[in-house]
DNA sequence: TTGAAAGCGCTACCAG
DNA sequence: CTGGTAGCGCTTTCAA
C-alpha cells in the first residue's frame, strides 16, 4: 500500500519523478531511476485503481461501438445492448463517453462506413460485431496501428489486430448443446438440426461440435437431417415443417441459432410438442415463454449483457488505465437453463 | 455530471454547505437548503463514486467475516474463503481490512464467542453464516442495534435483522433439481435421495421441493427412500450402500448436501454407475473428477466465489458510500453443469 | 532532467 | 450555522 508520494519521501525526489519512473514517462537520471525502482520493489508499490480512475477523467476518453442492431431479426441483440448502455453510463462517471451504431449482418460496406464515421467523430477505442470478411479485418488492422484499439464482440475475426475478444466459445457450447440431448434422451434419438447458415462460421462451429459430440457418446443418436433457416423466423417455420414432414422419425430438435419462435410455432402446428424434444439456444423472451409451456426443454445462454458491457471496460482499462486485456478471448458462460432455473 | 463545487458556485455557498445539505450532516439554514436542492434537483446531481472512493480511506473501516471452515467437512467453504479474500484484497486499496474467523457448523457457543471477539476488535460491519439458533439470532440484532451491519451468508436467519442475505434460494435451487431428474430421467424412475441432516433447514428446504416439483410434473417418479449422511463421508458411503442394498429398484439418486464423493463411491463400489443415475449439488473438485468421469450426471452449482465476495461488498457500500443494500436478498444464480460445461 | 503545484470530486476538520 | 482548506493518490503541466 505504499504511495507515489511515500516513495519520493524516501527517495528524496519528488512525486514527478518517481512518476515517470514507475510509468516510463520522460527521461529520468539513470541512477535515480535505479534508485527508485529499488525503493518500488522494496515497498511492493502498486498503483491506486481509485485514484488513477479520478485523474482519468481530464482525458476524456471517447469510445465506439458497433452493434448489430436487433431489428435485423433477433432480439438476442436487444439485450447486448442493454448491456453495453448499463456500461456506458457506469463509465460517463469516468469521463467516458460511447458512440454507438448499428450495423446489419452481413452488409460489409455498411459497416466499413460506420467504422470510419466513428473514427472522423474521433473515438479512441472501437468494440464490434464484425461481419467476417477481409476487408473488415484489414480495417481493424488500420485502426489498430493507427493506436485505435479494437475488441471484437459476438464473433471473432480472424487474422485481425483485435486486442481481444469478447463471445461465446462456439465450439464449446455446441459440445454442450450435445451432452444436453444425450442427457435429455437417454443417448438414444433422431435428430433433426435447425441452423441459420451453413455459411456463418459461428453457426457452422455450433453444429459440427454438437455432432462432434454426440458421435464420440452415443452411437444411437442419428442426426438426421439439417435446415437452414438464415435466422429468420418465418423461414424457420416453413424449413422446420418441412423437415418434419419430410422424416416422421424426428423426435428431437437442436436448434443451433435464431429463428427459435418460428421452428417451435411448427412443431405445434404438426402436434408434435409432446413428442419432439427441443434444445436451443439463448434466452430471448418469446424462447423463455416456449420453455415455461415445456415445448423447449433447455436453452443454453450465453450472457449477452456482459457481452455488451465488458468490452467497453476492457477498452476503458487498455485506454485509461493502461491495464492490457488479461487474456485474448473473454468466452462468456455457457448457461444451461431449464424451465425451473429461468 | 453536475458537482458540488458547481452546486456550491450556482448556489453562492460554500461546497461544505452543500455537502451538508445533500449528505444530512450538520444542520443548514433552511432557505439555503431549500435553494440548494432545487438547484442539485435542477442539474440533476449524482454524486461521483470514485472521488467518494477515494475519500473513504480516511475512514478506516474494519469489517469481520465469520464462515464455517471447509475442516468441517465441506470443500465448498474453500471455495467460499477464495471470495472472501479476494475481495477483501480489493478493498485493502480503499482503506478496509477484514478480519476472519472460522466456525464449526452446529456450534452456537463457538459462534457467539466470535462475533464477540469481532466486536471487541473494532470492527464496524460483520458477514457471518450463521448457525440457525435463536441465541445467534439475538446477537445479531444487538449488533444492529449498536450500529453494526450484519449480512448472513450461505444461509439465512429468521428474525435477524440483518441487513442482507446473500445465498442460494435453497427452494428454487430443490426445484431445480426436480426439474433435471425430470429430464434426465424422461419422467420415470425411482429415486433414492441422500441429504446431510433433515435438521438443518437448508437441506429439508431443498428435498422437500425437490419432492413437490416431481410430485406436480412426474407421477411416474417415485421417491423410495431417503438418507441422511451429516454431510461425511464416510457416513455418506456406509448410508447409500444401505439404501441401495435394501432398495434395488433406485435407478437415480439425488444427492441434496455434502458427502457427494461418499455416496458415489458406494454406487461404484456396487457396480451401479451405469444404472444409477446421479444428481448432486456444488462443484467441488471431486465432484467435478466425477463428472468428467460420467458418474455424476449434473450438479448444481451456487457461485460460492460470489458468496464470499458480496457481502463484503454490500458491507463497504453501506458503511463507506453510504449505500443500502438494493435487496434484502441476494440470491446466487443455480447453475446447471454437466460434463460438457463445467 | 527535475520540482512544484493544480486538479479529478468528495469528505472532514477547524475557525469564525 | 457557514466558509475555507487540507487531503485521498495519481496525472499533467509549467517552470526551473
Redesign the pocket.
Known sequence: ?A???QIAALA??????V??V??N?????AE??AKIKEIAAAVQYS??KI??T??????NIKLGYIMYASTSGNPFFDDVVTGINAKAEELAEYGVSVETRYSEINNVQKQLELMDELVQAGVQGLAITPVNDAAVAEKINELSSAGVPVVTVNSDIDNSARIAYVGSNYEQSGKTAGGLMRLITNGSANVGIVTGSRDVLCHAVRVSAFKKSLAKHCPNVKIVDIAENNDDDFQSFSVTKTLLAAHPEIDALFLAAAGVYGACRAVIELGLQKKVKIISFDCVPSTRKLIQEGVITATIAQQPFKQGALPLEILFNYLGM?IKPASEKYYTDIEIKIRENL
Not at 12 to 17: E, M, Q, Y
Request: net charge positive.
Open positions: 500500500m504511495t507515489i508520494k528524496g525526489v519528488s512525486r514527478g519523478t512518476d515517470r514507475l510509468n514517462r520522460g527521461i529520468v537520471n535515480t531511476a498503483p491506486n485514484a488513477k479520478l485523474a482519468v477523467k481530464k482525458k493502461d
